[in-house]
């Protein structure tokens, strides 16, 4: 055996080598894109698939590459997770756009890391997130935005930010200070329908899920403003410090927008932090004619949005945003003596985004939200969305038109919560919810389509979320033609 040189030993690959190899995957990308379509939905694992896959030992011996793109199309292609088809319709998780997957090829060619410096990925970002904030109406004079790996981190970047300005307002320093002092308890006012990320943020913010003061909602499921006045009130008596109100642009459940504006004003009126969990929804803040229904979200002290959903740009990739960026900046800052630079010598650049957030290595995530949003361009953004709410509405539709099926609630956004309702169980709430639940992981192992669940007024629902850029009217009748021929065998076997 003649022993291979630092050139050839992996994982170094001959330049020609990977260029075949390369070409390789991306036919296999490419065949795979443009058949999804004609695939099963989703097909679950057998227990021998799944085993072998946790199982396998790491061999001691390096084999060739093409080896290791085969077992990807054999044991790993087949079983996706389903949300690259166009009958996927379960939680918030889109396909990637084409553009967004050859970007995310090149980001990691180039493999920067993005804390920061004078490197092109750098400024690639900064433009990125400006054209988030355009698209949304959010300022982008003083404010700060950057990529993170989702909704759930956006929320913790910005909740930190949110207790930092409150501590800084009593006259205390959250950073030095910690929360071993006694301070009044911190309290945050979400919405039941509030996105468990806000209360995560809050335990690992050290406030508690005790910080969470879940407030009234109206029969739309929006915070009813009037309650959340009367919350803050009642803890300010009992001598407690609101500090701020994580407000919904779109909730998981169900799409709700609750009443930004009002909020706003309350927000400023009491001084309170107002963070809005767009993650979902806040990208339909760029539909002109959909604007008036998130008047206010422009007053925002902070919004989480992922691109990584309604933007179909590969995951992961969310965003935070926040209207003080000198804030934010002091909230995070803390440089190390070996990482210190100065602007505009050597590798210095533009404050660095490691102040604004928890990591220091950060990904090229932004070449993929760079690319996906010039691909499409605003208005292409638009048409996305409009044509997913047109869908929403469609879907809405063919529901309250068939008798056996009920829709549970209004439609905002791309959200439609519905169910299987057979003439029989009319009025048997029990056994209806029972149904809907076989109904849902029936439908979901069929591979004929994907939805997921919700609660609606204590109700099972069955929750359909278009999301797909490829999606058509008949992929939404076939997708009611799937539950009810499921719900129907289900009723006729019990
Ligand atoms: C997805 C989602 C989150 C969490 O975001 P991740 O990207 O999953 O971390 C928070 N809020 C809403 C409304 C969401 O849809």
């Known amino acids: 055996m003649t022993p291979r040189t630092e050139k050839t030993a992996p994982p170094a690959l001959e330049p020609e080598h990977f260029r075949r190899l390369a070409h390789d995957a991306v036919d296999l990308v490419a065949d795979y894109l443009g058949g999804v379509g004609a695939l099963p939905v989703f097909r679950p694992m057998t227990p021998a698939e799944r085993t072998t896959l946790m199982q396998e030992p790491l061999g001691a011996v390096g084999v060739g590459p093409e080896a290791v793109l085969e077992r990807f199309r054999t044991a790993i292609l087949p079983h996706a997770m389903g949300n690259g088809h166009p009958r996927f319709f379960g939680w918030v998780n889109s396909p990637p756009a084409p553009i967004g997957v050859v970007a995310d090829f090149l980001a990691a060619a180039l493999n920067p890391s993005c804390a920061g410096g004078d490197h092109a990925a750098i400024y690639v970002e900064r433009a990125a997130v400006r054209w988030l904030m355009e698209l949304i109406g959010f300022p982008t004079e003083g404010s700060m935005g950057l990529l993170v790996s989702g909704g759930s981190a956006a929320t913790l970047v910005a909740l930190t930010a949110a207790r930092h300005r409150a501590a800084a307002e009593d006259g205390w320093n959250v950073r030095t200070e910690g929360l071993q002092h006694g301070h009044p308890v911190l309290r945050l006012y979400v919405s039941p329908d509030g996105h468990s990320c806000i209360q995560k943020a809050a335990e690992i913010l050290g406030l508690g899920a005790q910080a969470m003061h879940k407030v009234a909602t109206d029969e739309n499921d929006r915070i009813d403003v009037g309650s959340l006045r009367a919350a803050v009130a009642a803890d300010r008596a009992a001598g407690m410090r609101p500090f701020g109100v994580a407000a919904s642009a ?27 969990d767009g993650a979902y929804g806040a990208v339909g803040a760029a539909l002109p004619t959909h604007r008036a229904r998130y008047a206010g979200l422009e007053r925002a002290d902070s919004i989480a949005l992922d691109p990584h959903k309604w933007l179909s740009v590969p995951v992961e ?28 010598r050597g590798f210095g650049g533009l404050p660095w985004y490691s102040e604004y957030g928890i990591q220091q290595t950060r990904g090229f995530r932004a070449l993929k939200l760079w690319m996906t949003l010039q691909h499409m361009g605003r208005d292409g953004v638009r048409d996305l969305i409009e044509r997913h709410l047109g869908l929403a509405q469609h879907l809405a539709e063919l529901v309250d038109a068939a008798p056996d099926l009920e829709r549970l609630g209004h439609v905002e956004l791309s959200i439609v919560c519905f169910r299987y309702v ?13 149904l809907n639940k076989r109904v849902m992981e029936e439908v979901q192992a069929s591979g004929a389509a994907f939805l997921t669940q919700t609660t609606r007024r204590g109700c099972f629902a069955l929750r359909a979320c278009v999301l797909h850029y490829a999606t058509t009217e008949s992929d939404l009748v076939a997708l009611l033609d799937t539950v009810r021929k499921t719900g129907e065998r289900l009723a006729a076997e019990s």
């Open 317 to 344: 990739c969310g965003a935070v945003l926040v209207r003080d960026g000198w804030l934010l900046r002091e909230t995070f800052s803390l440089v190390p003596d070996y990482l210190r630079t100065q602007a505009d």
């Open 250 to 276: 779109g909730t998981v459940g169900t799409g709700a927008i609750d009443p930004l504006g009002e909020i706003a004003d309350l927000c400023a009126a009491e001084r309170l932090w107002l963070h809005v």
């Open 422 to 434: 057979p003439a029989d169980l009319k009025g048997d709430g029990r056994a209806l919810d029972a």
